[in-house]
């Protein structure tokens, strides 16, 4: 369970550097040539891979709504390539992260056909406030300094 938990860690570092790194290509090329690029090198990236491992995927076995993924893949891409840079990193990412927490207990709800236990909605709770701390210290700050323009903080 540790090696799981250490990857989906390992994960957010990578998703939160490919997202910088797309938001400031989006500055030079544009949102959705920012998410071509991230997809063709991807999409290269991932058929070395599978040559490697000489493993194909069956296409045929799959779902049709399955592949909507790629298409809220491609959208997520494109979406976070044009507000990153607009927004900041910080601000960016949180408001991401706070949608994936409200999305993820309302997909349990539904897959899951109950309500989430108060325990969890507590969590989510805490979560959202604690990702919403930075925002609050950023304004907090910015009223102090409207307050006394002459003072160096």
């Known amino acids: 369970m ?17 997202r910088a790194i797309n938001g400031r290509l989006s500055t030079r090329t544009g949102a959705f040539r920012a998410s071509v690029w991230n997809h063709v090198v991807g999409f290269a990236f991932l058929t070395a891979v599978l040559l490697v491992l000489r493993t194909w995927p069956d296409l045929t076995d799959v779902p ?5 993924g790629g298409v809220f893949g491609a959208l997520f891409v494109a979406v976070n390539s044009h507000v990153f840079p607009r927004l900041g990193t910080m601000s960016a990412t949180l408001l991401v992260i706070s949608g994936q927490v409200l999305s993820a207990v309302v997909i ?12 969890r909605l507590a969590g989510v709770a805490l979560v959202l406030l604690g990702l919403s701390l930075p925002r609050v210290k950023a304004r907090l700050r910015q009223k102090e300094l409207r307050r006394c323009p002459t003072e160096e903080k």
Not at 64 to 68: E, S
């Open 2 to 18: 540790l090696f799981f938990v250490i990857l989906a860690l390992v994960n957010g570092v990578l998703i939160g550097a490919s």
């Open 108 to 119: 349990d709800c539904v897959q899951q056909r109950t309500l989430p236990a108060p325990i």
């Open 64 to 68: 049709v709504a399955a592949y909507a």
